[in-house]
Nanobody
Framework: QVQFVESGGDLVQPGGSLRLACAASGRIFSIYTMAWYRQAPGKERELVARISTGGITYYASSVRGRFTISRDNAKNTVFLQMNSLKPEDTAVYYC????????WGQGTQVTVSS
């Protein structure tokens, strides 16, 4: 099974930027569509963005134009560049395959607040 370790979350002011990284275990990382998800307090986990093995991307409407997902198959890593952050982006961010399979990683906390 593939396991995930997310990093890069922080407290940032509105309008700021962050770059999240997710290191995945497993030698077959490159065959999976990978995705970032987030879960805000009191809400269900939601899909933020995904990237196919060929680099085709999809973004939730709430982040399109502000977030960019990318991957480095040689390093088994997927990234999420987040710009123009808003308070409503506050959440724990997770990476996983798309569609997701257990286990989930511990996630990384992103807090957007002044």
């Amino acid at each position: 099974q593939v396991q995930f370790v997310e990093s890069g979350g922080d407290l940032v002011q509105p309008g700021g930027s962050l770059r999240l990284a997710c290191a995945a275990s497993g030698r077959i990382f490159s065959i999976y569509t990978m995705a970032w998800y987030r879960q805000a307090p009191g809400k269900e986990r939601e899909l933020v963005a995904r990237i196919s093995t060929g680099g085709i991307t999809y973004y939730a409407s709430s982040v399109r134009g502000r977030f960019t997902i990318s991957r480095d198959n040689a390093k088994n890593t997927v990234f999420l560049q987040m710009n123009s952050l808003k308070p409503e982006d506050t959440a724990v961010y997770y990476c996983n395959k798309y569609p997701p399979t257990p286990p989930w990683g511990q996630g990384t906390q992103v807090t957007v607040s002044s």
